[in-house]
Structures are given as C-alpha cells and as structure tokens.
C-alpha cells in the first residue's frame, strides 16, 4: 500500500522539480554566466586562464543538475516531456550545441599557444555560455503565452509551431531576465575566487546585470499582468488518472496573476527575485562578496519560483487548444511509479547534495595566475 494520496504525490514531483531547476541555475548557471563574461571580464590570455579554471573542474558535476531535471520530466511528466521535447526540438539542438562547445573549448583552447587558436575557442565558450542561458529564458516565456500543440484521441501530440516561432518579444525578454540574472550570479562568484583587474571588471559588470536584471523582471511582471493566461473552468479531479483532455480551459486577461491573489505567500517568490538583486547589486559595490552571492542566489530562487508558481497547476499550456494543456493533475505519471521514482529520490538526492558540497569544498580557494602555474592541470 502506497502511504501518500496520488494528489500529494503530484503536488510532491511538482515541488522537486522546481528544486532541480533551481539547483541547476544555482550550480550551471554561474558556469554559464561566467561563460558570457569570458571576453568582457578578462582582457589577457591569463586572464581567460584564470575564469576557466574557476568553472573547468566544476562544469561536469553542475550538468548533472540538468541531467536531473530532465530525468525528472522523463519519469514524472512523461506528457510533459513528449510535447516540450518535441515542440522545443530544435531549440534544445541549439543549446546542446552550445553546450557541447564547452568541454571542446576546455580542451582545445590550451593546445595551441596562438593567440588566433586561442580567441576562437574563447568566443566558442561565450557562446555556449550566453546562447543556453538566453534559450532557456526564452522557452520559459514561450511557456507562459502557451505552446502550439495539440493531443489526438491517443494522447499522441502534434507541435504547430517553428524555432522561429518561439522569438516573440515577451520570451526574448524572459530570456533577457535569464541571461541577466546568470550573468550576475557568473559575476559574484567570480568576485568570490580571484582578485585584481578581471575581478574589478566582473564587479563593475555584475552591478551592471543586476540593474538590469531588476528592470527587465519588472517588466516581465507588468507585461504578464496585461497578456492572455490560461484558467481551469471545469472540475479538475487531483487524484483521478492522468488524461489532459478530460478538462475545459479558457483564456483570460491577468490570469498569471490569480494565484497570487488567493495565495498572497506566493508573493514571496517575486519579492525575492527583486531583494536578491538589490542585495547582489549592493554586496558587489560593498565588496561583500557573501551578501553578494547570497542575494544572486535568492535572486535566482525567486525569478524562478516566480514562474512556477503562476503558472500553477499548468505545466505546459495549449495556445492551440487550450483544453489540451498539460497540468500538475492531469500530467503525471501512474501513482506507484511517482512513489517508486520518490523513493529513489529520497536515497540519491542526498548524495547528489553531498558529492557536490565536497567537490566544491575541494575546489574551493583562490583561483589566480600563481595558483594556475603551481597546478600541472589547470587549462
């Protein structure tokens, strides 16, 4: 006998995967962020030297946040992972392109010492810096104004749009907010590890996002009040099996806003997106580098929460078909395998959180030219 209700177990698996997107934008997402400084915070070849080796013995263990994520949505959604997988395709192409330009770029870069080698592959790791951390916000956006699909009687779906289709001003200013926000974490944790004129550049940089990252949140804010958002009109059973179609959606003006209005705790996440900023912004000029990267991260945290708690209980929603979005209720997989994959959560979880507290404990330290040179691996 199972001991947690189907519903809670929904509402369980919608939690943890907000904590795995926020882990990930919390551990990838200085990577990335650090990758979109490389050739603005760092003028010299030792320079460079000096940011990719604060992000090249970490890298790999941050992915697997997003390795988590995704196996998540496999396991959990697998509508979810149907549709977004296949109405995203190309778009994921393109960030798996440009995140495998990172381990090239780490691996290449140091095999030549010319100074034309050595620029390209520092471009390749702007762009597989800045292009995931645009797209991901992007697809976020596109999330929130609805995506062109539709089920069959099978449940089998069918995409209508173009790549081309999801770069419509209110996603590319949710993808301004992502690369915003990232750049900002990317910027104090590089304030945190090194000194001297690169570390100067990424605080006058960082305080730069981080205005920026206030203005384009509250804008967001402001649009989602005036857009189309999506409502439940009929009688959603939380605990019956999963069928997407078995409900009636309707648009309505300010709808992403509702739950904030009946759940006014909700508001914490966007007060939190905004004082995190203001607290980065202000640790960078202070040089407070702890105040700084505790308001980056709760900056994150909140944008994030943001997101997933207007859209509550959609997951996906249908601009095609509204009656077919995807919802916390109507999503999920079976109730056991939502038990059976906690369970395994429960036990490798922690040891996720532990292996990458240690290795980050073990690469911890100042991160500068003499300690490059006294280091046989560094890049």
């Known amino acids: 006998m199972i001991p947690l209700d189907y519903e809670t177990l929904r509402l369980i698996w919608w939690v943890l995967l907000g904590i795995l997107l926020i882990g990930f934008a919390l551990t990838d997402g200085y990577d990335l962020g650090i990758g979109a400084l490389l050739p603005f915070a760092a003028k010299t070849d030792e320079e460079r030297r000096i940011l990719i080796n604060i992000v090249g013995p970490v890298w790999e263990g941050n992915q697997v946040w997003l390795?988590?994520?995704?196996?998540?949505?496999?396991?959990?959604?697998?509508?979810?992972?149907?549709v977004s997988f296949s109405g995203f395709y190309l778009a994921m192409i393109v960030i798996l392109l440009a995140l495998i330009l990172r381990p090239v770029g780490f691996k290449f870069r140091g095999k030549i010492q010319h100074p034309t080698w050595r620029a390209v592959?520092?471009?390749a790791l702007f762009v597989g810096g800045a292009v995931p951390a645009l797209i991901f916000g992007v697809a976020v956006g596109n999330v929130l104004l609805g995506v062109p699909f539709d089920l069959d009687e099978t449940l089998r779906p069918h995409y209508a749009g173009s790549f081309f289709d999801l770069l419509t001003p209110f996603a590319l200013l949710a993808g301004l907010v992502s690369l915003a926000m990232l750049v900002v974490h990317g910027a104090v944790v590089i304030t945190t590890r090194t000194s001297g004129p690169v570390a100067e550049r990424a605080r006058l940089i960082g305080r730069q996002a981080a205005l920026a990252t206030i203005a384009l949140f509250g804008l967001a804010g402001v649009w989602m009040a005036l857009v189309d958002g999506?409502?439940?009109t009929s009688v959603q059973e939380h605990a019956a099996a999963s069928?997407?179609?078995?409900?009636a959606v309707s648009l309505a003006s300010g709808a992403w806003l509702a739950n904030y209005a009946t759940h006014p705790w909700m508001l914490l996440a966007p007060v939190l997106g905004f004082l995190g900023a203001i607290l980065a912004w202000a640790g960078l000029g202070s040089r407070c580098w702890k105040l700084a990267l505790s308001g980056s991260s709760l900056?994150?945290?909140?944008?994030?929460?943001t997101a997933g708690l207007s859209l509550f209980p959609f997951l996906l929603p249908s601009s095609l078909n509204p009656a077919a979005s995807l919802t916390v209720w109507d999503a999920s997989s079976s109730h056991l395998t939502l038990w059976t994959m906690l369970l395994a959560t429960v036990v490798f979880l922690p040891i996720v959180l532990a292996y990458t507290a240690w290795v980050y404990r073990v690469m911890s330290g100042p991160v500068n030219a003499a300690s490059i040179g006294r280091n046989p691996n560094a890049y």
């Open 121 to 123: 592959w520092d471009w």
């Open 299 to 305: 900056s994150i945290t909140g944008i994030i929460a």
């Open 230 to 232: 999506y409502v439940v």
């Open 243 to 247: 069928n997407p179609l078995g409900k």
């Open 67 to 82: 390795i988590l994520g995704g196996g998540a949505v496999f396991a959990a959604w697998p509508a979810l992972y149907a």
